[in-house]
């Protein structure tokens, strides 16, 4: 038995074979903007709108419907059939007054008399010669092409296609196009009575099923096919002049040399109007090109302007419940090209990808916010970020030794006394057969002795309680800070979360208080509208933490851009003065010291240039034996993460070269 194989276009749902979408890009965006101040919800609305530079955005795909909109009504203008008409009337007088010049009879001088004194206008010259006895049989063809034309222009403009479709028709073949209009009107007439009409539906395709190559399914899908055409032929009529609507009423009853085809258009048109009243059928456009469309192609104009009116409210996802699934990718296609058609199935993919596969997460209030599974892919891109500015950095120190509890190296060492690794088994039973092989014995035993041992290498790790205080008063709002703050709290806390595990960290928000946040509370937290920096509340909320791990190395990080201005009192109220109080500035620095006492490598990142806070901040890292760091806002996360990494002294291999740690790795 031979099997055939049949091959075709993939219509069963997204590509199966389409490489999977890259999130990383999208979810760098849409953190930003949540940082920013912006909702999740909105964050990836803005991203789908805007796009980026690997993706094209709504935005761009609205400027191509726009462009392709003026395009339509600059080059073109709705006279071409009234100038065909016009061409080939003046053809058939041409031709008309040529063989009357040839005859000598009275009739031919009174039929010269009748062409000569014709109207100007073409409709009422074609009406004024339906009853003319044509003597040249080349103006009678060129007569009767205009009835012919006007026909089927005037069913191209309900049907598509009809005009090519009916070109050199028969009388049969017209008569077979009455037919069908009077069944369709019939059965319109029963839709609109309320009767069932799927029998006659089916009935009616049977017959004439020809005519409709879209082969609608149902009658409700064939009316709103057909209600959309001629709101279009409407829609065209009402965008003519006047003198081109009139011109064309008149005309129509030549149509065919039948005015039964125009009273079936009339009222068909009717039936379909009160079908579908919620076409547009009052609408207008401006034509002003030059190249002229007759009534089928100028309705299929009109018709593809509603379409891209169409693709226009479907890219507009600002509307509540809004999905990139509602984007009918095939009209995409259609009207815009295949490349735009992929560039709304990726951000279809992506929005999907971003709220199904839990990247974004309902909140209890409904509301949608970043995942943690979101936030550890961001802090990876971030954390990326912060490494590629640190690496190049030159100069590297190896600090890998054993006897103590750590991170494996991969290599090991021969057992000394005190070394409380676990043995390399492959490696010490090398030794021994290796050993056994050099004394020539035979006996088939393996023995191990103490100068065989080896034991795994490691890498020796310190626990580490580490406060990240961001400031988070006005100032850094309105200076632009707010982004990098959060950026660099989140680089950090992907870093300790992931590669030192061991060890403690918390992040501390000090405006007019401070208090303890939690990452994806810290990412998505509002820009303070109120005044205060409270560094003595945010010293206290971190010593207490030093505290809780007190086994730990406890580092401190502070990043601010202003002087402290507030003060937890006994109370739980805070004071705010500006001038700093000195009782504000007193409390501030006792709280310090404290962490000193504890052992806090300190650190404080001045953002801005102002001296007296660079001298107040340097005189606060005195008594402490700290230090200052003045980074530009876009290195401020490689400081931070910088300064972490260089209060450690023991740090995985690896984290040397990604990083670009070694002497005078941050300046």
Known sequence: MTHRSRYGKYTGGPDPLAPPVDLADALAAIGEDVMAGYSPEQAMREYLRRGSEQQRGLDELMQQVSKRREEILARSNLGGTLKQVKELLDKAVLEERKRLARDLDDDARFAEMRIENLPPSPAQAVTELADYPWRSADAREHYEQIKDLLGRELLDQRFAGMKQALESATDEDRAAVTEMLRDLNELLAKKAAGQDVDEAFEQFMDKHGEFFPENPQNLDELLDAMAARAAAAQRMMNSMTPEQREELM?????????????????????????LRPGEDWGGSEEFGGEEGLGLGDGTGALQELAQLDDLVQQLDQDRPGARMDDIDLDAVSKLLGP?????????????????DTGYLAKGSDGALRLSPKAMRQLGKTLLRDVADRMSGRSGSRDMRRSGAAGELTGASKQWEFGDTQSWDVTRTITNAVQRKAADGRRDGRVRIEMGDVEVVETEARTQAAVALLVDTSYSMIRAGRWVPMKRTALALHQLISTRFRGDHLQLIGFGRNAEVM??????ALSGMQYK?????????????FFRKHPSAQPVLLIV???????????????????P??????????????????????????QLGDEPSLGRFLGELAKRVDGRVVTPDLDDLGSAVVGSFLGSRTDLPHDLYSEFGMGRGWWA
Do not use: C, K
């Open 518 to 523: 939690g990452i994806e509370e810290l990412t």
């Open 339 to 355: 490349e735009a058609a992929l560039d709304a199935r990726t951000l279809a993919d992506l929005e999907r990808e971003l709220r």
């Open 250 to 274: 008149q005309l129509a009853g030549q149509a065919f040399g039948s005015p039964e085809l125009m009273e079936q258009l009339a009222q068909l048109d009717s039936q379909l109007q009160s």
């Open 580 to 605: 700093p109080h000195p009782f504000t500035l007193a409390v501030t620095v006792r709280e310090l010291e404290t962490a000193g006492r504890m052992g806090a490598q300190t650190t404080f990142f």
């Open 560 to 578: 601010t851009d202003g002087e402290p201005t507030a003060h937890l009192e006994r109370d739980g109220q805070s004071f705010f003065d500006y």
């Open 532 to 544: 205060g920096t409270n560094l003595h509340h945010g010293l206290l909320l971190a010593n207490r």
